[in-house]
C-alpha cells in the first residue's frame, strides 16, 4: 500500500542529490497529489500530462521559427547537406519508433517498468532526458512486434 510513496521518495532523495529538479518536483507533485487528491486525479493526470508535455515541447522546439532564428539560408542547408538530410531521417526514424512505444507502453506494465527504471537511471545519473522512456519502448515495440 506505501510502496508507491516509498519509491517517490526515493527518486526524490535521488534527484535532490544530483541537482536534478525536474525529476524531483514530478515525484514530489505525484506523492502530494496522492496523498491529497482524489483517487480519479490520478487517471486524469495520466490519460491528459503526455499530450500536455508534448504541446510544451512542441513550443519549445518551434521557438527558433517563432523568433526569427531559422532562415532561408538554413532551410537551403537543412535539404541540401548531408548532415540536414541526416537531422531529416533521424527525426522521422525516432518519432516513429516514438510512436510505437506510446502504443505500447499502457498494455505492457513490465515494459513500462523497464523503461521507466532504465529511464531514470540515465536522468539520474547520466545527464539523460525522460524522452527516452517512448523511444525505449518503441525500440521494445519493434523487437516485440517481429
Known sequence: MYLPYYVLFIIVLL????KDFVVAGAACSLALI?????????????????????????????????????????V????????????ILAGFLVSYIGGRGVGILPANPTILLGVLFGTLVAVLFMKGLPAGLIIAAGVMALFLSK
Open 34 to 74: 496522492m496523498a491529497l487528491g482524489p483517487k480519479s486525479s490520478l487517471s486524469y493526470i495520466q490519460q491528459y500530462s503526455f499530450s500536455v508535455g508534448i504541446f510544451f515541447l512542441m513550443l519549445f522546439l518551434l521557438m527558433p521559427i517563432a523568433t526569427g532564428k531559422v532562415t532561408s539560408e538554413s
Open 76 to 87: 537551403m542547408k537543412l535539404v541540401t547537406s548531408p548532415v540536414g538530410i541526416g537531422s
Open 15 to 18: 534527484a535532490l542529490f544530483i
